[in-house]
């Protein structure tokens, strides 16, 4: 099963997934295969090029992953045999993501060649010592590499989900649009503290759905349709956005906010 081009498509938060996709494309380029990174919040599924090897990186999110990343790989062209293959980065557990995401590309006539996941620093709750998170980190990188690996030999796997994995994913999707409500959008609103807020942008520009606006001479607001990707929390260059279920208000960044924008 030869690859010789691959269009990896991703979205990543605080920059778990990032360092994932961009040590994969690394590897397939020593490799000899050619290799590119797009931004899922930059795309339209509509143009992908089905004559090369799509792969899907993305963040867990709710035991699944965000609903705008949800909507682009519901939204990808049909086809007739185009290699696919997803990698997802998580701090914990997922199981309603694996199986569905196969089931939606082989109705549309992709042929499923690998899933992996890979464990990396959490960045919500509780975030671990900066120690830890570069051992996780080291890890999982390596993880990244060995699976690419296994994908150029034709080794990698995308197993079926067991049936329970189904209940998973509805569980998934009922937490999803519990996220949507004015309810939970008033209750974790995420607001900067006006003290620390330099009124920068940073937040405004790295929103994947357009939720942060700022308008002239004020302080960026948050608008009611938050996904909690953390985004603006982990990367603000001010830590004047506080997510209120991290312990102690702390936070995690992978990389720096320009590298994700």
């Known amino acids: 099963m030869k690859?010789?081009?691959?269009?990896?498509?991703?979205?990543?938060?605080?920059?778990n997934t990032y360092l994932v996709v961009k040590e994969m494309c690394k590897t397939f380029r020593k490799c000899g295969i050619e290799a590119d990174m797009y931004k899922i919040e930059d795309s339209n599924p509509e143009n992908i090029n089905v004559d090369h090897t799509i792969g899907l990186g993305f963040p867990i999110a709710e035991l699944s992953t965000y609903e705008f990343v949800w909507n682009f790989i519901k939204a990808l062209p049909q086809t007739e045999g185009t290699k696919v293959f997803m990698v997802d980065t998580l701090g914990g557990i997922s199981g309603g993501i694996v199986g569905p995401v196969?089931?939606?590309?082989k109705e549309k006539g992709y042929k499923p060649i690998g899933a992996c996941e890979i464990q990396m620093p959490t960045n919500?709750?509780?975030?671990?010592?900066?120690?830890?998170n570069e051992k996780k980190i080291k890890k999982g990188l390596n993880r990244a590499q060995n699976y690419a690996k296994a994908l150029i030999k034709g080794k990698a796997k995308w197993k079926k989900d067991p049936i329970l994995y189904n209940a998973i994913y509805y569980t998934s999707m009922l937490g999803l649009k519990?996220?949507?409500?004015n309810l939970n959008q008033k209750m974790l609103h995420l607001t900067p503290?006006?003290?620390?807020?330099n009124k920068c942008g940073t937040c405004v520009e790295l929103c994947p759905i357009n939720n942060i606006e700022m308008k002239e001479g004020e302080y960026p607001e948050n608008l009611m349709h938050c996904q909690y990707c953390l985004r603006c929390v982990s990367l603000?260059?001010?830590?004047?956005?506080?997510?209120?279920?991290?312990?102690?208000?702390?936070?995690?960044?992978?990389?720096?906010a320009k590298e994700l924008m």
Request: a positive charge; proline letters at 4%; charged letters at 30%.
């Open 102 to 105: 196969r089931k939606i590309v």
């Open 193 to 197: 503290d006006k003290e620390k807020c």
């Open 178 to 181: 519990f996220t949507e409500t």
């Open 236 to 256: 603000c260059p001010k830590k004047a956005i506080s997510c209120p279920i991290n312990y102690k208000g702390k936070t995690y960044a992978a990389v720096k």
């Open 124 to 132: 919500i709750f509780y975030i671990q010592d900066k120690e830890t």
């Open 3 to 15: 690859i010789d081009v691959v269009d990896l498509y991703y979205f990543s938060g605080t920059g």
